[in-house]
């Protein structure tokens, strides 16, 4: 009977059908969330209409962020990642400042600032995935 018991234990033990404890389903479908923003957004409009689109994944950002700090997640490689995107965007509002004053809706440095900044989530996005799918401090994976 004991043997049997260890044999399902094991058996359903070694099933990888489940996120592990640590998956953080908030922050899981908030990366989705923003991924799929950022995959379907700004794809053909031009530059100057895209800002609405780059606020919306702004929001999604601040939440992610939120929950990050929630799950005490934060990370050098994170902070960095922000700071990148904090320094797109403002780009972005300058370029956007810059275009609306030419009238020119396809104005270069604008579109060059929306993909620097469509850029900067990209890469936001691959911390928090690298963030949400790392083991936590202290459960004993870490090297001694």
Do not use: I, K
């Given at each position: 009977?004991?043997?049997?018991?260890?044999?399902?234990?094991?058996?359903?033990?070694?099933?990888?059908?489940?996120?592990?404890?640590?998956?953080?389903?908030?922050?899981?479908?908030?990366?989705?969330?923003?991924?799929?923003?950022?995959?379907?957004?700004?794809?053909?409009?031009?530059?100057?209409?895209?800002?609405?689109?780059?606020?919306?994944?702004?929001?999604?950002?601040?939440?992610?962020?939120?929950?990050?700090?929630?799950?005490?997640?934060?990370?050098?490689?994170?902070?960095?990642?922000?700071?990148?995107?904090?320094?797109?965007?403002?780009?972005?509002?300058?370029?956007?400042?810059?275009?609306?004053?030419?009238?020119?809706?396809?104005?270069?440095?604008?579109?060059?600032?929306?993909?620097?900044?469509?850029?900067?989530?990209?890469?936001?996005?691959?911390?928090?995935?690298?963030?949400?799918?790392?083991?936590?401090?202290?459960?004993?994976t870490e090297p001694v």
């Amino acid at each position: 009977m004991a043997a049997l018991a260890a044999l399902a234990a094991l058996t359903t033990g070694c099933r990888n059908d489940t996120a592990p404890a640590w998956g953080y389903p908030e922050l899981s479908a908030t990366l989705r969330s923003l991924s799929r923003h950022l995959d379907e957004g700004c794809t053909e409009t031009p530059p100057a209409s895209c800002a609405d689109e780059l606020d919306r994944l702004g929001v999604l950002a601040e939440q992610a962020f939120s929950e990050v700090l929630d799950h005490r997640l934060l990370d050098g490689g994170y902070l960095e990642a922000m700071n990148d995107l904090d320094g797109a965007r403002e780009l972005r509002v300058a370029a956007a400042r810059e275009a609306r004053s030419r009238h020119d809706p396809h104005y270069l440095p604008l579109r060059r600032a929306v993909l620097a900044e469509r850029l900067a989530y990209r890469r936001l996005l691959a911390e928090l995935e690298s963030l949400r799918t790392a083991p936590p401090p202290g459960d004993g994976t870490e090297p001694v």
